[in-house]
């Protein structure tokens, strides 16, 4: 969706754990340095002693699920934006986060370094906690679960996890959008904000 390094970025450091292996079996990281110079030798040096060094059947399964990733990112992103739209426009949603939406402030940047928006968006539910917490409850298509990335959607209530001191809002949930069809994302949340 973005090419980092031809905004000059020095370093790309992806979690291929997320969109890169895409079908949430695996962990793992790749740091990708736009030269060869002293400071990733020694990242290099870093991983060799430290044995940071991934199985080859976890290698196996990311170039497995790489090779599918153009496809998986569009559908998501495709995907992503009918679901931020229906959110957009439901009277039980207070705000959606998602820089695909013309509404989301930092649109106007984000289509000058994106060409596209992802399959990552949140939202926040009119009320309090509990209200947000009844909406996951409610999911049937969608699991309750962290992680992104994969083909299934998921939905967390992101306070909760980030733990006590975070700036998160209580009535806020993440949700990584999937491979579903649509119309059936759309079908769930929407009995899902109905009281
Ligand atoms: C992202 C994530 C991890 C950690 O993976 P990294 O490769 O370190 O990003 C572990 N568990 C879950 C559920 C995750 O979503």
Redesign the pocket.
Same mark, same amino acid.
């Given at each position: 969706m973005q090419r980092p390094l031809a905004f000059d970025v020095d370093m790309v450091l992806h979690?291929t /754990?997320?969109y890169i292996g895409g079908h949430s079996d695996i962990? #793992? #990281?790749a740091v990708i340095a736009r030269e060869e110079n002293e400071f990733f030798r020694n990242i290099r040096e870093i991983q060799k002693s430290g044995g940071a060094v991934p199985s080859p059947f976890e290698c196996w399964l990311v170039l497995r699920g790489i090779q599918t990733l153009p496809l998986r990112v569009r559908a998501q992103s495709e995907n992503a934006l009918q679901v931020a739209d229906f959110l957009n426009n439901h009277s039980s949603v207070d705000k959606v986060h998602y820089p695909g939406l013309p509404t989301h402030p930092a649109h106007p940047l984000a289509s000058v370094q994106m060409r596209l928006f992802g399959g990552m968006l949140s939202f926040e539910v009119k009320g309090d906690k509990e209200d947000a917490m009844r909406v996951t409850a409610k999911v049937k298509l969608i699991t309750r679960a /962290?992680?992104?990335g994969g083909p299934e959607s998921l939905i967390e209530h992101r306070a909760s996890i980030e733990g006590p001191g975070t700036k998160t809002p209580e009535n806020l949930l993440r949700l990584s959008v999937g491979l579903e069809h649509p119309d059936d994302l759309i079908d769930d949340l929407k009995q899902a904000l109905t009281k």
């Open positions: 979690a /754990t997320k962990l #793992g #990281g /962290t992680s992104l």
